[in-house]
């Protein structure tokens, strides 16, 4: 039996809790949080003991689920890889590229599995697709959310947009080259809204914007790649791709269209999106990494990739405010 401690019990800190009480395997040990309103709830609801110091219960753990703050993770996952124990942390994995290059360096010294809570990976519409020949070679990404104060600790970028930079980076096999970014503070001290381009070695471009001040909500990507256009709809679980005709494409809706070369049948078709649980399928998958020995799903070297270009976007918003 795992047995796991959560550490911040807040809005993301339920949804983990909720979870783990669901999955085979594992011992809910108890919970921290500084916060006394939320830990009487939480330990009503859930029958659960809360624990006032994180070090107590830390030592009474195999495994951390850290949903705290980004300002409180470095510290929480630091204790907890000094002590020898496995971590979850939610995204962005540190506040700082300070904290997750010393972070990285201190789970490989002590030989203990991390996993970057980036749960778009695990979404049912990028499921549906991820196993698909992918080579994109130029992408359009849409995240717009409506304004809440939970989460405006960090910018735009770490909060949204660094879901979609994880998921281009896992699907472009190349390094980047180069970043142009702009952005605006508008209901904050940090960018609320952010348009950035990403160039990548081997030519593919992405370009992003993400906002947390719409007034509706979007949470879409573009593949586009020879001969096929992948879409991807992160908020309805929807997924389109259209591409040239294949011979095993018999479900797929096909037209015809001329071209100086002739005629070419495109075939149009929607993935089987199954019904999953993206929270719990990520969580199931970092117990079964402890307990069959293996890789984690997002590694930290996956966290410290996506944090990498999301702090060299703040920095090209930075010097263009600034200039």
């Known amino acids: 039996m795992l047995k796991i401690g959560v550490f911040g019990a807040g809005h993301l800190g339920k949804f983990h809790l909720n979870n783990w009480k669901e999955i085979e395997g594992v011992q809910l040990v108890g919970f921290y949080d500084p916060g006394d309103r939320t830990a009487k709830s939480v330990t009503e609801k859930y029958q659960l003991k809360r624990y006032t110091d994180p070090e107590e219960l830390m ?12 300002n409180f993770h470095f510290e929480l996952c630091k204790m907890a890889v000094y002590m ?11 506040n700082t590229m300070e904290e997750a290059h010393e972070l990285v360096k201190l789970v490989k010294e002590a030989n203990v599995k991390l996993q970057v809570g980036h749960v778009e990976r695990f979404n049912p519409a990028f499921l549906a697709v991820k196993d698909l020949q992918l080579n994109p070679m130029f992408i359009e990404v849409h995240r717009l959310s409506q304004f809440n104060p939970r989460g405006t ?30 952005g605006v503070a508008v209901m904050t001290d940090t960018p609320d809204i952010a348009n950035v381009r990403i160039e990548f070695d081997n030519g593919c ?35 389109e791709i259209i591409k040239m005709k294949d ?77």
């Open 153 to 182: 600790e960090v910018s735009v970028i770490l909060d949204l947009m660094i879901h979609d930079i994880d998921i281009i980076l896992s699907l472009v096999k190349s390094n980047v080259k180069q970043v142009h970014a702009n």
């Open 84 to 94: 020898g124990k496995h971590v979850f942390v939610e995204k962005p994995m540190c």
């Open 247 to 323: 011979s095993e494409d018999k479900e797929a809706f096909t037209f015809d269209i001329e071209t100086k070369n002739g005629t070419k049948t495109i075939a149009v078709s929607n993935p089987v999106v199954k019904d999953v649980n993206a929270i719990k399928m990520e969580l199931e998958q970092f117990k079964d990494s402890i307990i069959n020995n293996q890789s984690t799903a997002v590694t930290e070297v996956d966290g410290l990739r996506a944090m990498d270009v999301a702090h060299q976007i703040l920095q090209k918003i930075q010097r263009s405010i600034a200039s």
């Open 59 to 70: 030592q009474l753990i195999d495994a951390a689920d850290i949903a705290a703050p980004t």
């Open 205 to 239: 471009v992405a370009n992003l914007t993400s906002s947390r001040i719409s007034m509706k909500k979007m949470r879409k990507i573009r593949l586009f790649q020879r001969d096929a256009y992948i879409g991807i709809d992160f908020l309805e679980k929807k997924s």
